[in-house]
């Protein structure tokens, strides 16, 4: 035999129980079966292992840890092992962070300062992808927002991602951490929890509720499919470092959705006999983010990515998958609506 084996690289993913890591992870898998996979999550109410397919989980080259990114010695030993670290694990429910915020502040910021310190000091990361999001821009102050927008965050939980993103951002520039900050903006697929949005409106259709929506439901956000936001984590994670690192990529569609128009996309591709109304308005969550559309030409350029799933598309396949899988979120129902809020002492259930 002429050369040495090549040694096989691991890849360490927080939050891979939750709806993105997951099939950021199941992507990763399908595509690179020699690599050896490491998840770090902390069984939230968010994560569900469910979400992660069998055949990885029975797979000699998976690993599952339970573990908080909080718990800094337990991050200093996975990040050392690792050659890639892709971090997804957080507290992500805006209107959650509107009721109580500190859990986000200390899993967004202080967790992040733990992955981000282990980096620094592990010889062995080469590259270091973490997922912030489009809501450090707040509302738009331009058509489509780039990189360069200004970060406004209008929520606790858009806050903290802000901390985290720029936290990221100084450890790349005093340290040289080799860090890629993806911002996705609005994600869709399956296996995302139904406090969310779109599945929200997708299981209470399959249940014959109304559908309530914040304020009009004109505010709009930019879709992209869960699919393609794992691929340009994969572009990002193999692109030669002069591309890519230290540098802030906006994944999304460019096009505004409204959740009105998703709403009446609910209701006309899920059938129903239920008698009661199928769209209910119900008060504007504060700090609401009126308009929300990306300009992804950076990522386009630099590593050709753009967005290749169809709204409609995606949103007819995850029907069929909530479908077909009510055991997977039955038992989260109860955690739809959260008590907020809405002035001179009243609560609203959003
Ligand atoms: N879903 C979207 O539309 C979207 C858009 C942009 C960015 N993001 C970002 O992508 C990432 C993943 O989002 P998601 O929608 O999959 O979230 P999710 O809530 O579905 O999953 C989060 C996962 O993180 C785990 N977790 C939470 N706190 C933890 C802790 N202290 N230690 C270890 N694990 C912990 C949970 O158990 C869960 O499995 C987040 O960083 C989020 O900010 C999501």
Not at 11 to 33: D, H, M, Q, W
Not at 102 to 111: I, S
Not at 281 to 308: E, M, Y
Request: aromatic share 10%.
């Amino acid at each position: 035999m002429t050369g040495m084996a090549l040694k096989q690289k691991t890849v360490l993913i927080t939050g891979a129980a939750g709806f993105v890591g997951s099939r950021v992870l199941e992507c990763f898998f399908n595509k690179y079966p020699e690599y050896r996979y490491v998840v770090l999550d902390a069984m939230t109410y968010a994560g569900d292992l469910r979400s992660i397919p069998d055949y990885i989980q029975k797979s000699p080259n998976f690993r599952f840890v339970k573990g908080d990114v909080r718990d800094k010695k337990l991050v200093d030993e996975l990040v050392a092992q690792a050659n890639y670290v892709i971090h997804l694990a957080a507290e992500t429910h805006v209107t959650r962070s509107i009721v109580d915020g500190k859990v986000f502040f200390d899993t967004n910021v202080l967790g992040t300062e733990n992955v981000a310190s282990a980096v620094r000091r592990s010889p062995n990361v080469e590259r270091f992808i973490y997922i912030s999001t489009s809501e450090v821009y707040g509302t738009a102050e331009s058509e489509f927002m780039d990189e360069r927008h200004p970060l406004n965050p209008q929520s606790p939980y858009a806050a903290s991602k802000v901390g985290a993103d720029r936290l990221i951002y100084a450890y790349h520039a005093s340290y040289g951490i080799p860090s890629v900050t993806i911002r996705p903006f609005n994600l869709f697929g399956t296996c995302q929890h139904p406090e969310k949005v779109i599945p929200r409106f997708v299981t209470s259709r399959i249940l014959g509720e109304p559908l309530t929506l914040h304020g009009t439901g004109a505010s709009e956000r930019d879709y992209t499919h869960v699919d393609d936001v794992a691929r340009a984590i994969d572009l990002a994670l193999h692109a030669p470092a002069e591309k890519v690192v230290g540098e802030v990529f906006n994944v999304g569609n460019g096009k505004g959705v409204s959740i009105k128009y998703i709403a009446d996309l609910a209701v006309k591709m899920i059938s129903s006999d239920s008698k009661k109304g199928s769209i209910v308005l119900t008060s504007d969550r504060p700090g609401q983010v009126s308009r929300h559309a990306a300009d992804f030409g950076k990522i386009q350029t630099v590593l050709g990515w753009k967005p290749t799933v169809k709204f409609e598309d995606g949103f007819a396949n995850l029907i069929d998958w909530y479908k077909a899988n009510p055991a997977w979120w039955q038992n989260k129902l109860d955690m739809r609506q959260v008590p907020i809020e809405i002035g001179k002492g009243k609560k609203e259930m959003q």
